[in-house]
C-alpha cells in the first residue's frame, strides 16, 4: 500500500478505527445491559431514550467494524468520499444522540438520588450510573470516530 492509499488514523477502514468501533460496540452493549436486564427501567423515558439509542450503536457500530475487518484484510482502506460521508453523517447523529441520552440519564439518577432516594435502593442507582458511564464512554468514542473521518474526508 503506497502513501496516496493509506488510511488517516481513525478513518474507516484502518485500524484505528476498528479499534473505535468495537471500543462504541462494547461501551453500548455494556450501558444497555446495565440498564435493562433485571431493572425496571422502562418507568422513566430518560432511561428508554437510553435504551433506544444504545439500541441504535450496537448494529451501527457492529456493521462498520465488519467493514473495517474487511478493509485491514484486504489491505485496501475505503476511499469512497460518498460512503465516507454518510459515514461521518451517521457517526456525528449517533453522537449527538448518545450525548443527549447519556446527559439526561446521569441528570435523572442525580434528582433520584437528590430528592427520592427511597425511591431509588442504592444498588438500583449504582447499576443506573454505570449505565450513564458506560454511555458516556461510547459517545466519547463515537465522537472522535466522526471527528476522524471528518477529517479524512476534508483531506481529500
Not at 427501567?41 to 439500541?55: A, D, E, K, N, R
Not at 430528592?115 to 454505570?130: K, M, T
Amino acid at each position: 500500500m503506497d502513501r496516496g492509499e493509506r488510511a488517516g488514523a481513525g478513518a474507516v477502514g484502518s485500524a484505528g478505527s476498528l479499534g473505535l468501533r468495537v471500543g462504541q460496540a462494547v461501551f453500548s452493549s455494556a450501558a444497555l445491559m446495565f440498564m435493562s436486564v433485571g431493572i425496571e427501567f422502562f418507568s422513566y423515558t430518560t432511561f428508554c431514550f437510553l435504551v433506544t439509542i444504545m439500541g441504535l450503536v450496537i448494529p451501527w457500530s457492529c456493521a462498520l467494524a465488519m467493514i473495517d475487518v474487511y478493509s485491514v484484510v484486504v489491505g485496501h482502506p475505503l476511499r469512497m468520499p460518498g460512503v465516507v460521508a454518510i459515514v461521518v453523517v451517521g457517526d456525528w447523529v449517533l453522537s449527538i444522540l448518545s450525548l443527549a441520552a447519556a446527559s439526561s440519564s446521569a441528570a435523572a439518577i442525580d434528582v433520584l438520588l437528590e430528592f427520592h432516594g427511597s425511591q431509588c435502593p442504592p444498588r438500583l442507582c449504582e447499576r443506573y450510573q454505570l449505565s450513564a458511564m458506560m454511555a458516556f464512554l461510547s459517545w466519547l468514542l463515537t465522537a472522535a470516530s466522526s471527528l476522524f473521518n471528518l477529517w479524512c474526508l476534508a483531506s481529500r
